[in-house]
């Protein structure tokens, strides 16, 4: 986990400098900025009402009783998607975008919960009941 975590650390790095560049050299730096700012300010905005709804089903599961977790996937799908909105960068607006659009946030969801699951039958990671 920790050297894919260091690949992803340098390498995502070094192709958004690139894509920057060369959108700049297509479109413009002028456009290329634009962009960049637009896809921050419209993910701002998309990750707060994400969020909002993500913590009133929290508040409704809990107040029926049920344990939210497929709601708390959902807030920290939210959380990760609008951090990585905010930084510049193509590479990280498609992600961030995959993770808050709830449609595309569905096919995202059963990977961390397969991978949460590995964590805690690895004990990397543990449920306290």
């Not at 913590?55 to 920290?76: E, F, K, M, T, W």
């Amino acid at each position: 986990m920790f050297r894919l975590l260091l690949a992803l650390i340098i390498i995502v790095p070094a192709l958004e400098i690139g894509l920057l560049i060369l959108s700049g050299k297509t479109f413009g730096v002028a456009v290329t900025i634009l962009l960049i700012i637009s896809t921050g300010v419209l993910g701002a905005w998309l990750a707060k009402k994400q969020g909002l709804r993500a913590i009133q089903a929290v508040q409704l599961q809990i107040s029926r009783g049920q344990v939210p977790g497929d709601a708390i996937i959902d807030g920290l799908c939210i959380l990760v998607g609008g951090v990585v909105l905010l930084t510049p960068g193509f590479i990280t607006d498609a992600i961030g975008f995959i993770l808050l659009f709830p449609q595309t946030r569905a096919w995202v969801k059963p990977f961390i919960v397969n991978m949460i699951r590995a964590m805690i039958d690895r004990n990397t990671i543990t449920i306290i009941r």
